[in-house]
């Protein structure tokens, strides 16, 4: 019975890290917290400078099939480790905008 239950948890534990997600594109993410914010709010107001200003300043529109890990997800908003070549960068997006 012991190594039935041992066997499972491996089993689930490898599975989690084994499951892939990847983001779904065509939503906003920055490269801090407070820049999504601040972008998610411009959106809101549709303040078309803010919203520009932001694009050049530390967010971007993602493409989709961009590999990720979930770091952290609160109220909507995910921090996420993308994965483009041999790099990776932290960005702060949208949970609607991560495909499992």
Known sequence: MKKFIF?????LVFTSIVSASSLKGGYPACL???LFDQIVKASVKKDKRGWNYLLKNGCIIT???IPISVLKTSWG???VRAYVGDTSIILWTNIENIED
Not at 7 to 11: E, G, M, R
């Open 7 to 11: 066997s499972a948890v491996i089993v």
């Open 32 to 34: 801090t917290e407070d």
């Open 63 to 65: 493409k989709a099939g």
């Open 77 to 79: 908003t995910a921090k």
